[in-house]
């Protein structure tokens, strides 16, 4: 049974800093590209950052330069150090998991973010 847990959302101040975890388990972890999507209210899900399993990154504009995405192998994890949060990042955060040979793809349920004074 293939299982990912995001953590790590909350109540935060603009300009401030969070980091989500994602822990996967039932899934050859190092096979997958990792990913951060959010969802705001009334929005479609988009892409935030991804990490593939050579190491290469891809980054929405809105959030290059503040959010940073790594991954654990040997732990299973993927991490989302977001800094300098501003109010429209508020969203729920989702973990995926994806592989395209074969194509799988799995979700977690998802953490609340959410940025306000």
């Known amino acids: 049974q293939v299982q990912l847990v995001e953590s790590g959302g909350g109540l935060v101040q603009p300009g401030g800093s969070l980091r989500l975890s994602c822990a996967a388990s039932?899934?050859?972890?190092?096979?997958?590209?990792m990913g951060w999507y959010r969802q705001a209210p009334g929005k479609q899900r988009e892409l935030v950052a991804a990490?593939?399993?050579?190491?290469?990154?891809n980054y929405a504009d809105s959030v290059k330069g503040r959010f940073n995405i790594s991954r654990d192998n040997a732990k299973n994890t993927v991490y989302l150090q977001m800094n300098s949060l501003k109010p429209e990042d508020t969203a729920v955060y989702y973990c995926n998991a994806d592989r395209s040979r074969p194509k799988l793809g799995y979700w977690g349920q998802g953490t609340q973010v959410t940025v306000s004074s």
């Open positions: 039932g899934i050859i972890f190092s096979f997958y590209t």
């Open positions: 990490l593939t399993s050579g190491g290469s990154t």
